[in-house]
């Protein structure tokens, strides 16, 4: 595998290394108990009012934890919000562990934070839990806190490609939820960024546009056409325009069709009828896959029973709105949408049943 420079080898793994961790329970269940751990990780940042950067570092180091660890051994809210305390500090955006703490008892019993008081045993005993839980979590990181995020690399093909403002929100708010896939520990971060905004535009270009074969194929399929009446050269492929810029090799399109493949497996086992906005994705048929694997996500229902649907989504760890950004859940480049209108960047708002 081609790694990217600033990327440690040792977090990228092949995704046949998922059916390896040391959890016991099946792949799907782990992933499944995974995207509720980083959605709940998500609302500890963002009722802590984290920037994304943080985020995403503790959404990372959540991953790469259960890599080395089991679920059944470390449960998921105590990893996400160790990974949350422990990225305020890396990140220079400091919080108080009480405060976590706090915030971490107030989402279980689903109450507001005013109704937590301070110094309650609860308090005390998450605290201690999320402190235990951080001297692992360090172990298990190898003291390796460099994170490099998506987010970074997109804001590099934002300025670039002069994008329209419609794909920046929307690759944007995919690239926050990849992290509720193990996309972070699979592939490079400019491979997770190009397989946000190929898909974003694709979503914008509308279901007659080139398909996602098309637009991650080693050669442009404009390439084929005869030169037009007019004589003058086409106009270059915009479908393209992420692969072009990043100069991509074929195993590299290999992993972007792999990826796109995952993040569209994630999104297809939501609730289209209770989520209709999320049509738009559902829709967009994945690329032809080059290799075989493990199906990563499968429907709640398959995993939980009807009988047991409440075991399986408790109301505090519902997934829910992708977090806001620093800059209000809208890209940095990008300016606020009107309040009236769904914009782009609410594709994941209480999906995952």
């Not at 995403?56 to 089991?70: G, I, K, V």
């Not at 109301?315 to 806001?324: M, V």
């Not at 950004?325 to 209108?341: A, V």
Request: charged letters at 20%; hydrophobic letters at 35%; one cysteine or more.
């Amino acid at each position: 595998m081609e790694m990217s420079p600033e990327t440690p080898d040792q977090w990228l793994f092949h995704s046949a290394a998922l059916n390896e961790t040391p959890s016991t329970c099946s792949l799907q269940k782990e992933l499944y108990d995974r995207a509720r751990g980083v959605e709940f990780l998500f609302r500890l940042g963002a009722s802590l009012v984290l920037p994304t950067s943080a985020m995403c570092t503790a959404a990372t180091w959540f991953h790469r934890f259960y890599m080395r660890y089991a679920m059944e051994d470390f449960h998921r809210q105590n990893v996400a919000a160790s990974c949350i305390f422990l990225a305020t500090k890396t990140e220079e955006c400091g919080r108080k562990l009480r405060d976590v703490a706090r915030l971490y008892q107030a989402k279980v019993k689903n109450v507001d934070i005013t109704t937590i008081p301070a110094d309650s045993k609860d308090v005390d005993n998450c605290q201690a839990a999320i402190l235990l839980t951080e001297e692992v979590l360090l172990e298990a990181l190898c003291f390796d806190f460099v994170v490099d995020s998506p987010h970074a690399e997109l804001l590099d093909l934002f300025d670039t490609l002069h994008s329209p403002l419609e794909i920046q929100e929307y690759a944007w708010s995919l690239a926050h939820d990849s992290y509720r896939t193990p996309l972070c520990i699979l592939y490079p971060p400019r491979i997770v960024a190009a397989t946000c905004y190929i898909l974003a535009q694709r979503i914008f270009d509308g279901p007659n546009s080139p398909s996602l074969d098309a637009r991650i194929s080693a050669t442009s399929p404009s390439n084929y056409l005869p030169t037009p009446p007019s004589h003058k050269p086409p106009s270059p492929d915009a479908s393209r325009a992420a692969i072009d810029s990043y100069h991509l090799t074929e195993l590299e399109l290999g992993q972007l069709g792999e990826a796109l493949g995952i993040l569209l497996e994630f999104y297809s086992v939501q609730d289209q009828a209770t989520y209709p906005y999320l049509s738009a994705i559902i829709s967009v048929s994945p690329p032809a896959p080059h290799s075989q694997r493990s199906r990563f996500f499968v429907p709640s229902s398959v995993l939980y029973p009807p009988a047991n649907t409440a075991e399986s989504q408790p109301a505090q760890e519902g997934l829910g709105r992708t977090p806001s950004s620093s800059h209000g859940g809208h890209t940095p480049l990008g300016q606020p949408s009107d309040d009236n209108k769904v914009s782009p960047h609410q594709t994941s708002d209480e999906y995952i049943n």
